[in-house]
T-cell receptor, first 114, second 116 residues
Framework: GAGVSQSPSNKVTEKGKDVELRCDPISGHTALYWYRQRLGQGLEFLIYFQGNSAPDKSGLPSDRFSAERTGESVSTLTIQRTQQEDSAVYLC????????????FGPGTRLTVL | AQSVTQPDIHITVSEGASLELRCNYS??????LFWYVQSPGQGLQLLLK??????LVQGIKGFEAEFKRSQSSFNLRKPSVHWSDAAEYFCAVGLYGSSNTGKLIFGQGTTLQVKP
């Protein structure tokens, strides 16, 4: 079956512009996560969605970052007024309803802010 | 605070040699531990996971890892490395429970280079 997909695969933008990154989770997966991977670094948790529960936004680095998810489907991560330090690969992952389960990762969106 | 440490940023081994990648974690509750591999241009792929039970877990591609609670470690091993194993390896701890959401805390990663 299809895995997690993300679009675009690459995004180059100018400082100060807004960007939207999209994630399509695996069908039937209720949990969805966003992570950020800066060059040469490990992944940092950003935000988590689980069904209709309130999202866990504890990892968002500033109020310029926001995310939405419609039901148990697509999620969009929005970065407003991008800064150069926002340059990174943004990874999305999904997992099933089980209390403890593996996360399946998408290929990521590489964001470059000039 | 929860954390994961991978002490080796970069490791080089010869093809056919054995491999051990180190991972130490700091977490007060029962740890759920993972090793992921990231090849150039590829997404993260799960190698293996430890949730409970046998502390020696087998994964894909001939990898195994041993959970040692007394040492707070979850080291990854492979008896004979192949050139295709060259990649970046990430250890992670999953935060579960009533107040946690299953988010993963990752180490900084270890880059594996394989010499012919």
């Amino acid at each position: 079956g299809a895995g997690v997909s993300q679009s675009p695969s690459n995004k180059v933008t100018e400082k100060g512009k807004d960007v939207e990154l999209r994630c399509d989770p695996i069908s039937g997966h209720t949990a969805l996560y966003w992570y950020r991977q800066r060059l040469g670094q490990g992944l940092e948790f950003l935000i988590y969605f689980q069904g209709n529960s309130a999202p866990d936004k504890s990892g968002l680095p500033s109020d310029r970052f926001s995310a939405e998810r419609t039901g148990e489907s697509v999620s969009t991560l929005t970065i407003q007024r991008t800064q150069q330090e926002d340059s990174a690969v943004y990874l999305c992952a999904s997992s099933s309803r089980l209390p403890v389960d593996e996360q399946f990762f998408g290929p990521g969106t590489r964001l470059t802010v000039l | 605070a929860q954390s994961v440490t991978q002490p080796d940023i970069h490791i080089t081994v010869s093809e056919g040699a054995s491999l051990e990648l180190r991972c130490n974690y700091s977490y007060g509750a029962t740890p759920y531990l993972f090793w992921y591999v990231q090849s150039p241009g590829q997404g993260l792929q799960l190698l293996l996971k430890y949730f409970s039970g046998d502390t020696l877990v087998q994964g894909i591609k001939g990898f195994e890892a041993e959970f040692k609670r007394s040492q707070s470690s979850f080291n990854l091993r492979k008896p004979s490395v192949h050139w295709s194993d060259a990649a970046e390896y990430f250890c992670a701890v999953g935060l579960y429970g009533s107040s946690n959401t299953g988010k993963l805390i990752f180490g900084q990663g270890t880059t594996l280079q394989v010499k012919p």
